[in-house]
Each structure stands twice: as C-alpha cells, then as structure tokens.
C-alpha cells in the first residue's frame, strides 16, 4: 500500500496530472487475494469532462495493477474512488470553476450521455 501511494505522487502524476497529492490506499489480504481501495483527488483543471474522468480512473487503476505485480503474485482487485459511477457524475467545468460566484452543477446520465 505504501509503494502505491509513493509511486502515484512521483511517478504516476508524470503520465496522469489530474491526480492529485491527497491518495489514501487501503488494503485487504484474504486468503490468496488482496484488495486495494484507492481515494484519489483529481485536479479539475487538468480533466476535461466525465468521459476523461473515468479515462483516468481506468488509466490509474492498471498502474496499480501493473505495479502490484512487481510486490506479489495474489490475485490484485483494484477499487478507484468507488465514490464515482458512470451512471450519474457530477461535474463543474472549469470555465464554471473559474467563475465561482455563477458557479453551477451539471449532472450527466451516463447511460444516455445527457445533461439531467
């Protein structure tokens, strides 16, 4: 869990700039497998909108996996910000975020792809 959380701040953040420096990585061994649980912040003006959001997720998660493989030979499960599904996100652009006195929410059905 340590070496996750060292190699997202120095290494990942290379590749993946949205990520940002407050990671928390829990983990769960049973039996032959190990589950780890990441809470990543991500950098809003670094993510384009919610498709790229999760782009990153799915980015991030198989680091985690290709890295776990160089400490273990479990089977890795691999959770990132479990907070966030496709099915309904929140998201503030940045334009919104650059105006915070007018700054306004925009919920998208992923299903559909739709402003709700």
């Not at 700039?17 to 990671?23: C, E």
């Not at 670094?46 to 680091?63: A, C, M, P, R, S």
């Amino acid at each position: 869990m340590y070496n996750t959380e060292r190699q997202m701040v120095t290494n990942f953040k290379k590749d993946l700039p949205a990520i940002g420096t407050d990671i928390k990585v829990m983990g769960m061994r049973k039996n032959h497998s190990i589950t780890l649980t990441v809470a990543c912040a991500m950098i809003g003006k670094h993510v384009n909108d919610q498709d790229h959001y999760f782009q990153i997720k799915d980015e991030l998660k198989g680091k985690i996996l290709d890295l776990s493989g160089k400490y273990t030979d479990r089977e890795v499960e691999i959770f990132v910000n479990t907070g966030t599904m496709k099915s309904l996100v929140l998201f503030i652009s940045r334009s919104q975020a650059l105006q915070p006195r007018w700054a306004t929410m925009a919920l998208w059905d992923a299903g559909t792809g739709a402003m709700v």
